[in-house]
């Protein structure tokens, strides 16, 4: 079974733009969670995704936002980026049963450089 | 809120020696606690689960990990390092029945001849 798989693996954006991170999850599973990681802060929930919905957010502005897709299929959007966006972002899918997910799984990440 | 603390940033051991990374947790009810390797420029890699079924839990490469509620504890052991075991280790807890895991903050652990 293929794993989480993420695209692209490494952006260089520059200030002030906007970018789109995808996010393509387990066969099986519908819930898809995104994760910030940066040296600072370390490994940070930004939010989850389940049946196209966000059921769950993170303390982030909302310049950060997401969508899923009815494949299972997640993408994160960052708008106006700023330096301090840049960090390493991950995400994971899970299986779910009723209001329960399971262990999570983690893609390799997209390594986002803002200059 | 449920949590989980990582003592010592940074651990070094010698080839064959024993591994222990620790993590304590803090939680008002029977948590979900998770053990992920991270190696250089990759994702995260689950090592183990807690999830209440038996205290003392046996995870991929070796590593294990004990639950003891008296102490809150959770911490990582391998009887015997490899230098493949060289990476960074986060204990993790599920928040509820939400998709959330919080980190600890991590622990890089070093291995040498």
């Known amino acids: 079974k293929a794993g989480v798989t993420q695209t692209p693996r490494y952006l260089i954006k520059t200030r002030g733009q906007q970018v789109t991170l995808s996010c393509s999850p387990i066969s099986g599973h519908r819930s898809v969670s995104w994760y910030q990681q940066t040296p600072g802060q370390g490994l940070q929930f930004l939010f989850e995704?389940?049946?196209?919905?966000?059921?769950n957010k993170g303390n982030f502005p909302g310049r950060f936002s997401g969508r899923q897709f009815s494949n299972s299929r997640s993408e994160m959007n960052v708008s106006t980026l700023e330096l301090g966006d840049s960090a390493l972002y991950l995400c994971?899918?899970?299986?779910?049963?009723?209001?329960?997910?399971?262990?999570?799984?983690f893609g390799p990440g997209t390594r986002l450089t803002v200059t | 809120a449920q949590s989980v603390t990582q003592l010592g940033s940074h651990v070094s051991v010698s080839e064959g020696a024993l591994v222990l990374l620790r993590c304590n947790y803090s939680s008002s009810v029977p948590p979900y606690l998770f053990w992920y390797v991270q190696y250089p420029n990759q994702g995260l890699q689950l090592l183990l689960k807690?999830?209440?079924?038996?205290?003392l839990v046996k995870g991929i490469n070796g590593f294990e990990a004990e639950f003891k509620k008296s102490e809150t504890s959770f911490h990582l052991t391998k009887p015997s390092a490899h230098m493949s075991d060289a990476a960074e280790y986060f204990c993790a807890v599920l928040t509820g029945t939400a998709s959330k895991l919080t980190f600890g903050t991590g622990t890089r652990l070093q291995v040498t001849l």
């Open positions: 994971a899918s899970s299986w779910t049963s009723g209001d329960y997910s399971y262990e999570q799984y």
């Open positions: 807690y999830t209440s079924a038996a205290t």
């Open positions: 995704y389940f049946s196209e919905t966000q059921r």
